[in-house]
C-alpha cells in the first residue's frame, strides 16, 4: 500500500502561484510514475502531469503547458506541483496519484491508469 498526503493548496489571486506537494509513504518503490489530476466543481476529474521517477520524464496537459510543473524528490519521497500564471480556470480540487506500472505517452494521462490516490487539495484563483 501507498499513501499519499497533498498539501499547499489555498486562496491566491489571478497572476499569482501556488506550489503543491504529494508525501508518498509506504511501498513507494512500488510505484514508479506519479501523477497530479485536477477536478472542477461538476466536471470531471482530468490529467494534470505526471512524472517517471525513474527516468524524470515528465508529460503536460495542453492547458497547463508552461505554467505548471511537475518534480520529484525521490529521497523525500514527495512529488511537486509548481503552478504559476493561474487563471479562475484552474480553480478545482487537486489530487496526487502514484502508479504501480510505468507507462509512457497517453497511457499516463488515464485516470484509471493510477493506484493510489491522495484526498485532494482545495486550490481556488480569484479573479
Same mark, same amino acid.
Request: proline share 2%; aromatic share 12%; with cysteine.
Given at each position: 500500500?501507498?499513501?499519499?498526503?497533498?498539501?499547499?493548496?489555498?486562496?491566491?489571486?489571478?497572476?499569482?502561484s501556488?506550489?503543491?506537494?504529494?508525501?508518498?509513504?509506504?511501498?513507494t518503490?512500488s510505484?514508479?510514475?506519479m501523477?497530479?489530476?485536477?477536478?472542477?466543481?461538476?466536471?470531471?476529474r482530468?490529467?494534470?502531469?505526471?512524472?517517471?521517477?525513474?527516468?524524470?520524464?515528465t508529460?503536460?496537459?495542453?492547458?497547463?503547458?508552461?505554467?505548471?510543473?511537475?518534480? /520529484?524528490?525521490?529521497a523525500k519521497n514527495?512529488?511537486?506541483?509548481?503552478?504559476?500564471?493561474?487563471?479562475?480556470?484552474?480553480?478545482?480540487?487537486?489530487? &496526487?496519484?502514484a502508479?504501480r506500472?510505468? &507507462?509512457? /505517452?497517453?497511457? &499516463?494521462?488515464?485516470?484509471?491508469w493510477?493506484d493510489y490516490?491522495?484526498? /485532494?487539495?482545495?486550490?481556488t484563483?480569484?479573479?
Amino acid at each position: 500500500q501507498v499513501q499519499l498526503v497533498e498539501s499547499g493548496g489555498g486562496l491566491v489571486q489571478a497572476g499569482g502561484s501556488l506550489r503543491l506537494s504529494c508525501a508518498a509513504s509506504g511501498r513507494t518503490l512500488s510505484t514508479p510514475v506519479m501523477g497530479w489530476f485536477r477536478q472542477a466543481p461538476g466536471k470531471e476529474r482530468d490529467f494534470v502531469a505526471a512524472i517517471n521517477r525513474s527516468g524524470a520524464r515528465t508529460y503536460y496537459a495542453d492547458s497547463v503547458k508552461g505554467r505548471l510543473s511537475i518534480s /520529484g524528490d525521490n529521497a523525500k519521497n514527495t512529488v511537486y506541483l509548481q503552478m504559476n500564471s493561474l487563471s479562475a480556470e484552474d480553480t478545482a480540487i487537486y489530487y &496526487c496519484a502514484a502508479a504501480r506500472g510505468y &507507462c509512457s /505517452g497517453s497511457v &499516463c494521462y488515464r485516470s484509471a491508469w493510477y493506484d493510489y490516490w491522495g484526498q /485532494g487539495t482545495q486550490v481556488t484563483v480569484s479573479s
